[in-house]
């Protein structure tokens, strides 16, 4: 796996930077959930958080359905406006942590390179 670094992963996904002749392209960040790839910014990735949020708060509703984790009646909007995937509850959760533990190792990675530095 050398043409990869690893960001972030879970049970139902993982993150990483392309590597190209041994240097780290950070400028976009590889999602990939189930069989999907998403090729994000981290504006983009951003924005995929916002879609997670406002998708859990609209699907809230069901709290009270013993098939809430596992119904595919949610619909998540990507920053990609041709693409939205349809994910259960148990899914849209995972999918938050993936994207949520991302950007978290990335801005502490960032920090801690950066001015966080001594």
């Known amino acids: 796996m050398d043409e990869m670094k690893q960001i972030y992963y879970n049970n139902s996904g993982t993150s990483f930077f392309w ?8 400028h976009c960040i ?28 609209l699907n809230k509703c069901c709290d009270g359905c013993p098939l809430k984790n596992n119904c595919y009646k949610f619909l998540l909007k990507t920053p990609c406006s ?3 995937l349809a994910v259960s509850m148990r899914e849209l959760k995972a999918i938050k942590d993936l994207v949520e533990g991302t950007l978290f190792k990335i801005n502490l990675e960032e920090y801690c390179n950066g001015i966080g530095r001594n």
């Open 19 to 26: 590597k190209k002749e041994n240097e780290v392209l950070t």
């Open 30 to 57: 590889q999602l990939i959930f189930r069989e999907t790839g998403f090729y994000f910014t981290r504006q983009e990735l951003q924005l995929f958080r916002g879609c997670i949020d406002e998708s859990y708060q």
């Open 82 to 84: 041709q693409i939205d």
